[in-house]
């Protein structure tokens, strides 16, 4: 037998998993005996109850039969589209964005893919938030950037450590990662807060990428904040894109807008790099990018209040529930994003070793599906979405409930 | 170069030098364009600009996609079943549906794992480049070629080695510097069939030919075929993956150029490789693992997929050879009559083709980037200096484009050589 000089990238074995990954091996535990519930995947079309505006599909179908966009798209984006996202983005912001500041992406997966590898310098350090959303792990160490965590502090809110944020920064740190509003933990940091993080990225002489994919799903007390605000402060990278806020991840739109006042992202070479990254990287279809201006403009404050009005419900309904379940600590009611961080108190259990094994029997015993915390680097947690249906994360969490009853410490379940 | 990467040798790219070194077409293009609205801003030169730069025939009126796509789009899309994430290697029907189209071309059938969808062939590029990229590889491209390989190479620290294809030979691969070229470290052989930039559609026995030469150093090849069926010549298009049980294949592709719809980005990375080679568990997982981090295509488009590819009817297709067909010959006549511009072998597939420009006819002109700017400007006529692609004093001139502006631009193009014409040869 021919020996093949393919050997592959070795960067992809070391990788760390990732959530879609894990999905699939829990999937392949799963029992088909009950109908599947779903708490693991922040896919919010898994949720009946949410609908996408119908402005955005006929903008698009418009867009598509004019026969006008069936053409290459430019590198960086329409013209079009790059304007309305600076319009959009900037309603919150205090600096103007311009159409010249905004990338547009394949999602902000692609953003993410793109965006670390142009801090990719020899020797350099990220610094990532933990629990945080494995991606940025994986890319890092596709290109190199070697990853520093800092924590995020589960009884302050999931508010970042930033003690352990200076601790771990050092002359070869190039950027700090947020995720805000954060998954996998479900908060929403509050404008003081997030202000302290820029001073501290500016202490440190560090940028801030600021992971909005969640941007506006807040249902609690604390308005979300952009990053940008903070633009003077510390220079930021803002992520973002229409998956979670429009109920659209399928269509792939999302973009990389460089909120820097002080031009320092030109001075420094990193817009350069973007633009130079994005010379061999795809982008989404050009008939998309073209409604992109009327999606964003159109839809309406009903459908947005609609949508978060669900997604509190379900948030409530879920962390009510955890109240039930005495060996899981959910230490924050989520206010936030789509997905929460709970612990499983692994002295009030018998017979499961950790989290994937706590997942695994889950899904084997009860036909439910939660994400293991290891996964976003958090052992011995669970990461519980709630981007459903309130009856569905009513049976689910019965499930849940049920399962951890069957295994408690003996002790405990005499007492029940 | 680059500066090293660490103990790993990941990627660890100095982008200044990248910047400067590496033309991108679509770069050159746009400082062409710029070059003649600055003309347009002072001069009374206000004729239209006529564009045989890019590979997008979507420019022109006579090359539009079928009514059955763009409905299927709109279907999909109206459905509002698709809103949701596909799975990272691509909806299985999507899957199902390519391996099935490919495999009919094909001794063997493909199946849906064989399949992984991208965000267009530029996706399946990356991909390709990104899954083979280790230490101190190296990768063999074609000279001429598509330089969006040269910069996948160079970010992911993979060196580039060029072997030429052979302009008195019809483009065909120099097999002798392939066998020159390749060491241990040969990753892959990339071919591009049918050609860009030179409009080759390579016959049976040479594919075989180079399947059988990639065997024999021990690589596998790439085989880029955008322009799939895009043969409007005597050579009739053959599929790499033919040749899969003498050589593992990948083949990239996408509905970009056969179905006309650029902007769309569908395309896909397939294992055409009956042997199995990349079927073993742990490449499986590597490829599987690296499509985990990527976007992908829209799933609503995914989904329109099969009903594009069933209900296409054949005579859009024929339609869009006979017109291919039809403005390559109108660009080699028009051509034969400019003495500095030599057209060595007549295309037969994809949309461009390579001419050579003869500088010692021409007055003022140093090379070829030189002759197209000032082409720009002074007739609002836009081509690709052979440098974007890597032949120096060649050009490249895309055909796909309406009869009438390919006859007005080539007229255009003779006036600029007669007008730049060295003297003393005017007498002629």
Redesign the interface.
Known sequence: MEKWKFQGNQGLKSSAVSVRGVFNVLMQSISKEKEVVRLCRVDPTDNPLFSADPVAAHAVSTAAHSGNFNCYPPTFGLPQARRAIAEYLSRDLPNKLSAEDIYVTDGATQAIDIILPVFATPGANILLPRPGYPQYETRAALCGLEVRHFDLLPNSSWEVDIDSLEALADDKTVAMVLISPSNPCGNVFTYQHLKRVAETARKLGIFVISDEVYAHIAFGSNPFVPMGVFSSIAPVITLGSISKRWILPGWRFGWIATCDPHGIFQKTGIAANIESYMEITSDPPTFMQAAIPEILERINDEFYSKNLDITREAANALYERFKEIPSLICPHKPDGAMAVMVQINLSQIEGIADDVDFCVKLAKEESLLILPGVIVGLKNWLRVSFGLERSAIEEGLSRLKAFCLRHAKMSQQISA | ME????G?G????N??S??TSTI?I??ILSLLMQSIDDEKNDAENNKRVISLG?G?P??YSCF??TNVS?EA??DT??S?K???????AGLPQTRQEIAEYLSRDLPYQLSSDDVFI???C??A??VSV?????PGANILLPRPGFP?YE??AA?RQVEVRHYDLLPEKGWEVDLDAIEALAD?????LVIINPGNPCGNVYTYDHLEKIAQTA?RI???VIADEVYGHLAFGTNPFVPMGVFGFTV?VITLGSLSKRW??????LGWFVTTDPSA??KKP??VE?I???F??????????QAAVPHIINKTEESFFKKTIDNLRLTSDICCKEIEEIPCIFCPHKPEGSMAMMVKLNISLLEDISNDIDFCFKLAKEESVIILPGTAVGLKDWLRITFAADPSALVEGLKRIKAFCQRHARKCLKQY
């Open positions: 500066n090293g990467g660490n790993n990941v990627a660890a790219v982008y200044e990248k910047a991108t679509k770069g890019m997008d979507t420019l539009h996609t763009e789009v709109a899309l109206l509002h698709f809103h949701g994430y596909a799975p990272t991208t965000c267009g530029t996706q590029i990356d990104a899954m083979l990229a280790r969006i910069l996948c970010f241990q470290n040969t990753v892959a065997k021990g690589t596998i593992p006309i719809v650029p902007g769309w980005r080679t990349f742990k490449v590597r599987k693992k690296y985990d981090l990527l976007g992908g295509p829209a799933t609503f488009i």
